[in-house]
Nanobody, 120 residues
Framework: QVQLVESGGGLVQAGGSLRLSCAASGSIFRINYMAWYRQAPGKQRGMVAVITSDGSTNYANSVKGRFTISRDNDKNTVSIQMNSLKPEDTAVYYC??????????????WGKGTLVTVSS
């Protein structure tokens, strides 16, 4: 089993910054990718940013130029620096990872989420 634990959420004013982090622990052979998703009230969960094991990244159009995802492969952590935050960024942010076991099976895991609230 693998556990993902997020940290860093909170309340921030519009235009401010927050940094979220997620640490993966448990039975990990390799993490293929790590990502951040978010879910605002009444909306579906959607991908915010993803980073692969070789460092390739992809972002939702709504956060390009404002958010930066990074990871530490040695520590099995992923972070997202969120700048120029807007009220519409308010959501529960979830860490997501695809983890491969030594026998070759890959499974997808989710953290419990951390709330980010951006006030106007």
């Amino acid at each position: 089993q693998v556990q993902l634990v997020e940290s860093g959420g909170g309340l921030v004013q519009a235009g401010g910054s927050l940094r979220l982090s997620c640490a993966a622990s448990g039975s990990i052979f390799r993490i293929n990718y790590m990502a951040w998703y978010r879910q605002a009230p009444g909306k579906q969960r959607g991908m915010v940013a993803v980073i692969t094991s070789d460092g390739s990244t992809n972002y939702a159009n709504s956060v390009k130029g404002r958010f930066t995802i990074s990871r530490d492969n040695d520590k099995n952590t992923v972070s997202i620096q969120m700048n120029s935050l807007k009220p519409e960024d308010t959501a529960v942010y979830y860490c997501n990872a695809e983890v491969a076991s030594i026998d070759g099976y890959a499974m997808n895991y989710w953290g419990k989420g951390t709330l980010v609230t951006v006030s106007s």
